[in-house]
């Protein structure tokens, strides 16, 4: 088993070792991987990162990485094979195994706890740093700042404010509150965020969705592969979620996920993009985007990577 371990690393090094810049870093936080690819760096290890893809549309990692197993139960035979020499980030506690192959950093978006734009920016920074990419933190978050700014004027002046929510199952969603990574993007784009009540550590809260229609703003749901592909159509089939619906006075906004929205600035900017041009179409045409339905059930999708990105999720929000 360890010379099979060995030649796999050995393999996959090899078929990834001219992908780009690469740095021998192994991470479980995949706002740092995120965020190490927006720096043209290459990680040489991600946890779960075929689930990631699954949520941000392959597009944000920008180069190969070998998945490093579950964000918990990570692969330590492969990672010791690999022999990074940094481990950065989703290290809640001292792992005396982790530091046996490499020394590791913890250096973490969440939790915020003051203003999440500013949060964003310092732990892009705080990244750079220690990987000698300031400069070129500093020029992307400017370059980001300005493209926000364009977008927030895309917006029509009266906008009604905002309830986020996504799927935890049939009966409850998170709601995405003050100290979320989509706050700050609210904030860039000048719109007002509809929930003000207590959050976790990620910045989101677990209601019932019976609770919904007590709550203003306008209900926007963010259709991740975990409802798209499972609880959508139990939505669908049930007749509670189109009743809760009627007793809104605002239409449903229904957005694309293409981004991780516990995730850095690629996946904020990704978001900004998707959410302004939703509100953009459905003041075009009011019945886009608004629909009670969930797509059909794709049947040629992976159950399995659907079912670990809401697991994933999960995991973190309830940590």
């Known amino acids: 088993m360890k010379f099979f371990t060995t030649v796999l690393a050995f393999l996959t090094f090899c078929s990834i070792a001219y992908a780009g810049e690469r740095q021998p870093i192994a991470t479980f936080d995949w706002a740092v991987s995120e965020t190490l690819s927006m720096l043209d760096i290459g990680p040489l290890g991600v946890t779960q990162l075929e689930t990631y893809n699954e949520w941000a549309n392959n597009g944000l990692i920008t180069y190969d990485a070998i998945d490093l197993g579950f964000g918990s139960m990570p692969n330590l035979e492969l990672m010791s094979h690999l022999n990074p020499s940094l481990i950065i980030g989703g290290l809640t506690r001292p792992n005396e195994k982790l530091s046996h192959i490499a020394p590791t950093e913890n250096i973490s978006l969440f939790p915020i706890t003051g203003d999440p734009w500013q949060a964003v920016q310092d732990f892009t920074l705080a990244l750079a740093e220690r990987l000698g990419r300031q400069e070129h933190a500093k020029r992307l978050i400017l370059e980001y700042e300005q493209q926000l700014s364009r977008l927030s004027h895309k917006l029509s002046e009266e906008q009604a404010p905002l309830l986020i929510i996504q799927f935890r199952d049939d009966r409850h969603v998170w709601i995405y509150g003050g100290n979320s990574l989509l706050q700050g993007v609210l904030d860039q784009l000048g719109l007002t965020n509809a929930w003000n009540q207590p959050t976790n550590h990620v910045g989101v809260s677990v209601v019932s969705i019976d609770e919904l229609p007590a709550i203003e703003g306008r209900l926007v749901v963010l259709k991740s592969p975990h409802y798209t592909d499972s609880i959508g159509d139990r939505l669908n089939r049930g007749g509670l979620w189109q009743a809760l619906l009627r007793l809104r006075s605002s239409n449903t906004i229904y ?65």
């Open 255 to 319: 957005l694309p996920v293409n981004y991780w929205t516990l995730g850095g600035l690629p996946s904020a900017m990704r978001f900004a993009e998707t959410l302004v041009e939703t509100l953009d179409l459905v003041n075009e045409a009011p019945h886009l985007h608004t629909s009670n339905a969930f797509p059909a059930h794709d049947s040629g999708m992976d159950l399995s990577l659907s079912d670990l990105a809401g697991l994933a999720f999960h995991l973190l929000t309830e940590a």
